[in-house]
């Protein structure tokens, strides 16, 4: 299968709220179909980053090309189709089945009136197959767990089958054991369909395991970018969190392992 | 596998879709059910063969008048306005995602009614000057809302806010001018304030007539961007809804039609709050629910304005109706609000 290549990058982007500049000019350019992870500290700009890759805030100054041309200027439903982002919170609709909800996101592939066509109901079906949900189809979303609510949502952005992926945070507020799963089939779909996955992650160990690239911002600017073993050394997270900390190698994985040093329980000076 | 999982997704939304076409199909039998009792009932009941005549044009002594001038009139207003006032609560209430949400509780009935009153009392106009002064003030009211609620980040809180605020502010201007107005205007005023069928008149109905068949298609052609509107800002706006533009749109349509009906028959109490929350409990979701809101709140005025004709002793306005039953359903959500933390 041909994987989708695109040039997807920001030019010293300039973004923020309403009187508060929170990235100060980030250049990066996204690696094609590889998972890429940005970390970083609370209120560092990561959100707000990918907010802004994702148009949903508009650069001060700067731009972010989706394939040479500023996102904003890209018609939404032709970028739509292009990109996706699974907002942090999404807000839950009353009453709906889980299958009418993962069916909003083929939005950008119909056109106003049509009903389900075919096509709708295949990438509908596919994508709730590789997120395991398929039996939850006809459940109202308001009976679900967190984890399945958490799957519902991927499913819904993948039925929009874009070939770059942004995710806020995906991981949040699920049990670590849901937490590996939700990372373990955004693996899978990368894998598979050579989707370029974009997303925030909290959880530093998780992000050196599951990342194919790390972005590190520090107060709205990139500090530091690259493979999880170049970006996750005791200096670097010391930079970038302020935490003093032996990096170890994950046993399971290989990828590096931050173990943080706090005031107590520090048992002799380790060797990083 | 992947044809089973088809099979499976697509039985469950046969299965809503059959939901959704029965109940609609009942809606708009007891509609028609209601719309021949309105033609039907009156002070004397004719046969209904002498009803159809005088309704075909036929003159026929007493018939004519009482079913062309009074009944017919009468029944298009509450069909019109009920499915503009069901419609118009229901969009309000998806985009804003929250139940108070509606053009009562937000101030654009008390800018139409305030204009209205002030036409009447101050200004001693009457017929078309008011009702074209109420459209305008309600329009201009959601504008203000909307743009003061703006800000960088379009919020629904601040809108709700300013919305009660506003609302609470022309109240007061309406008290006022009811204090100072001169008696004899009171009554038109009145009307204003508690939605009535009576006195309709024919000519008085086209604009309200063209706004519904209008703006109700645009709502209809909308829908599915409203759908997606619910799941909020970011998750709307990703997937390629033009938010801002669409939140207009379906603002100004709802307004318009909300402006045109209680230009015609007063603010009728809690059906645009209503219509929406009966049809989904009835409809359920995942197909659009826009067409039932409006079914809904045509039944509820034609339900509610037989009841206050003939149900008492005293003739009762159809907004005194639809205000007890609406009453206790906004204590409930008010309840609900207080135990949940939220709606």
């Given at each position: 299968?041909?994987?989708?290549?695109?040039?997807?990058?920001?030019?010293?982007?300039?973004?923020?709220?309403?009187?508060?500049?929170?990235?100060?000019?980030?250049?990066?350019?996204?690696?094609?179909?590889?998972?890429?992870?940005?970390?970083?500290?609370?209120?560092?700009?990561?959100?707000?980053?990918?907010?802004?890759?994702a148009r949903l805030i508009k650069p001060t100054s700067g731009e972010i090309t989706l394939d040479g041309k500023p996102v904003n200027k890209i018609p939404p439903k032709q970028l739509a189709r292009v990109l996706g982002l699974l907002p942090q919170s999404p807000i839950v609709p009353e009453g709906i089945?889980?299958?009418?909800?993962?069916?909003?996101?083929?939005?950008?592939?119909?056109?106003?009136?049509?009903?389900?066509?075919?096509?709708?109901?295949?990438?509908?079906?596919?994508?709730?197959?590789?997120?395991?949900?398929?039996?939850?189809?006809?459940?109202?979303?308001?009976?679900?767990?967190?984890?399945?609510?958490?799957?519902?949502?991927?499913?819904?952005?993948?039925?929009?089958?874009?070939?770059?992926?942004?995710?806020?945070?995906?991981?949040?507020?699920?049990?670590?054991?849901?937490q590996v799963e939700i990372l373990d089939l955004l693996t899978d779909l990368n894998r598979k369909r050579g989707t370029t996955i974009v997303m925030v992650l909290h959880d530093i160990n998780l992000s050196a395991r599951y990342a194919d690239h790390i972005f590190a911002l520090h107060e709205g600017k990139l500090i530091v970018e690259g493979e999880p073993s170049e970006v996750i050394t005791s200096e670097r997270v010391n930079q970038i969190f302020g935490l003093n900390c032996t990096v170890i190698k994950d046993p399971v994985s290989g990828s590096p392992f931050v173990v943080p040093r706090g005031r107590y329980h520090v048992q002799q000076e380790a060797t990083s | 596998m992947r044809n089973q999982s088809i099979e499976f997704i697509m039985a469950g939304r046969r299965k809503r879709r059959r939901r959704w076409s029965l109940v609609t199909g009942l809606l708009v039998m007891l509609l028609v059910?209601?719309?021949?009792?309105?033609?039907?009932?009156?002070?004397?009941?004719?046969?209904?063969?002498?009803?159809?005549r005088a309704l075909s044009g036929e003159s026929i002594k007493g018939v004519s008048f009482a079913v062309n001038t009074i009944r017919l009139p009468r029944m298009l207003a509450g069909l019109f306005a009920g499915f503009a006032f069901g419609i118009a609560g229901?969009?309000?209430?998806?985009?804003?995602?929250?139940?108070?949400?509606?053009?009562?509780?937000?101030?654009?009935?008390?800018?139409?009614?305030?204009?209205?009153?002030?036409?009447i009392t101050v200004l001693h106009a009457n017929g078309a000057v008011v009702s074209a002064a109420s459209v305008l003030a309600g329009l201009a009211t959601v504008t203000v809302i909307y743009f003061l609620s703006r800000g960088r980040v379009f919020s629904i809180g601040r809108l709700i806010l300013i919305g009660i605020g506003l609302q609470a502010m022309l109240d007061a201007v309406i008290s006022y001018l009811l204090l100072v107005g001169a008696q004899q205007d009171i009554p038109a005023a009145i009307r204003w304030l508690t939605g009535s069928l009576n006195g309709s008149q024919l000519d008085e109905l086209p604009p309200l007539m063209i706004a519904v068949m209008v703006l109700t298609p645009v709502v209809v052609v909308l829908g599915k961007h409203l759908d997606l509107l619910e799941l909020g800002e970011q998750a709307a706006s990703s997937l390629g809804v033009h938010t801002d533009k669409t939140r207009v749109a379906l603002i100004l349509s709802s307004v318009g039609m909300i402006a045109m009906a209680t230009a015609t028959t007063g603010p009728i109490a809690f059906v645009a709050f209503l219509s929406g929350p009966i049809a989904k409990r009835l409809v359920g979701a995942g197909f659009s629910n826009a067409i039932p809101a409006g079914l809904v709140g045509v039944n509820l005025v034609l339900g509610a304005d037989l009841i206050g004709q003939f149900a008492f002793e005293t003739r009762f306005p159809v907004g005194v109706i639809t205000g007890i039953l609406g009453a206790p359903y906004l204590v409930f959500l008010l309840i609900r609000m207080n135990r949940r933390g939220s709606l």
């Open positions: 299968m041909m994987k989708p290549t695109h040039t997807f990058k920001t030019e010293a982007a300039v973004a923020g709220y309403d009187h508060k500049t929170v990235i100060q000019g980030v250049s990066l350019v996204i690696p094609n179909n590889k998972i890429s992870v940005i970390i970083g500290a609370n209120g560092c700009g990561k959100s707000t980053l990918l907010k802004a890759m089945s889980v299958a009418d909800l993962v069916g909003r996101g083929r939005f950008p592939h119909q056109s106003w009136l049509s009903g389900w066509r075919k096509q709708d109901y295949e990438a509908v079906a596919e994508a709730m197959e590789i997120m395991d949900i398929t039996e939850l189809a006809n459940h109202h979303i308001d009976e679900l767990s967190g984890g399945q609510r958490q799957r519902v949502w991927i499913a819904m952005a993948l039925a929009q089958q874009t070939d770059i992926l942004l995710l806020d945070e995906p991981t949040t507020f699920l049990d670590i054991t849901y | 059910i209601l719309c021949c009792a309105m033609l039907l009932l009156g002070n004397t009941i004719y046969p209904i063969q002498d009803v159809v229901h969009t309000f209430q998806t985009m804003l995602r929250n139940p108070l949400a509606n053009p009562n509780v937000i101030g654009i009935t008390s800018g139409s009614s305030a204009a209205a009153v002030f036409c």
